[in-house]
C-alpha cells in the first residue's frame, strides 16, 4: 500500500485519507466502523475527513438496513482527478494510469458482493448518465423522456444525447408516451436510437442497463439513484428488459 502514498498524496489526500480509501477498496463497502479497523485510523478521525472523501468522488454513501455504509468508487476517477490539476497534470495522469492496474485489482477482488453506489441530487443523476458515456457501449432502458427532462433540464438532456451519439453509443429504449418521446423519435437517425413504445404505463424510475452495470434512476423529489456493479445482476435484469421489449412492435 505504500507505493500508492506519494501518488495520491500528488492529488491531495493525506495519509489517513489514503488509509481510508484503500481500505474502503479492499472492502468494497462498509460501515465507519469496519472501515477504521480495516485501517487503522480511529472511527472519530475518519468522521473528521469522509464527507472530503465523499466530495471527491471517492466513496459514496447508503442506507442499508438502517446502517450508513461507504462504498469506494472506481479508481479510474483518479485519472481524470490527475488531469483537472493544472500543474504537472501529464506526471500526475502518467502516475496514476502506472497505479491503475495495481488499485484496479484490490478493487474487483474476488468474493466481493455487487458494488453499489448512492448518488443524490441533479448532479447526481448526472453522474450516472455519465458514467453510461464512460463506458461507451449500448444501453438498454426503461425511460420516461418527460420526467428525465423535468429533472434534469433540457439543455442538458440534448447535450447529453449528442455526446452519446458522437461516441457511438446506442440506446434501446422501451419508453412513455409523451411530447419529449415524439420529439425523441423524430431525431431518431441523428442520436443513434432505437425506441418501442409502452402505452399506458408510468416509470417513475427510469432503468438503465448498460457493461455489467444497472441504474436506477429517480424522478420523484429529492432526486437519487442507484447504480449496481454485477454482471448477474445486470443479465437477468437485461434478460427482463428483452421479454418486453420483443413484446412490443416496432414504430
Known amino acids: 500500500m505504500d ?55 471517492l466513496v459514496s454513501e447508503m442506507k442499508q438496513d438502517g446502517h450508513t455504509i461507504f462504498v469506494a468508487q472506481d479508481p479510474s476517477i483518479l485519472r481524470q482527478r490527475a488531469l483537472d490539476k493544472e500543474a504537472e497534470a501529464k506526471d500526475y495522469a502518467r502516475k496514476i494510469e502506472q497505479a491503475l492496474p495495481a488499485l484496479m485489482s484490490i478493487f474487483n477482488l474476488p468474493g466481493h458482493k455487487p458494488k ?65 418521446t415524439e420529439r425523441t423519435l423524430s431525431q431518431i437517425k441523428n442520436q443513434r436510437m432505437e425506441i418501442r413504445l409502452l402505452k399506458n404505463a408510468q416509470i417513475d424510475t427510469e432503468i438503465n442497463i448498460y457493461a455489467n452495470k444497472v441504474a436506477f434512476i429517480s424522478f420523484r423529489r429529492p432526486y437519487s439513484a442507484v447504480l449496481i456493479d454485477d454482471r448477474a445482476i445486470s443479465q437477468t435484469l437485461k434478460s427482463v428488459w428483452k421479454t418486453v421489449w420483443d413484446g412490443l412492435g416496432t414504430r
Request: glycine share 10%.
Open 3 to 57: 507505493t500508492f502514498f506519494p501518488i495520491l498524496e500528488n492529488l491531495g489526500l493525506n495519509e489517513k485519507e489514503i488509509k481510508v480509501y484503500i481500505a474502503c477498496l479492499e472492502l468494497g463497502s462498509g460501515t465507519i466502523q469496519k472501515i477504521s479497523t480495516k485501517s487503522g485510523v480511529k472511527r472519530t478521525s475518519i468522521y473528521n475527513f469522509i464527507d472530503e472523501l465523499k466530495g471527491r468522488g
Open 116 to 180: 453499489v453506489y448512492y448518488f443524490q441530487g441533479v448532479d447526481g443523476l448526472k453522474q450516472v448518465y455519465e458514467d453510461t458515456i464512460s463506458e461507451g457501449v449500448a444501453i438498454y432502458a426503461f425511460s420516461d423522456y418527460e420526467r428525465m427532462s423535468q429533472a434534469i433540464g433540457s439543455n442538458y438532456l440534448m447535450d447529453y444525447s449528442y455526446r452519446r451519439a458522437t461516441h457511438n453509443i446506442i440506446i434501446h429504449s422501451i419508453a412513455t408516451v409523451g411530447p419529449w
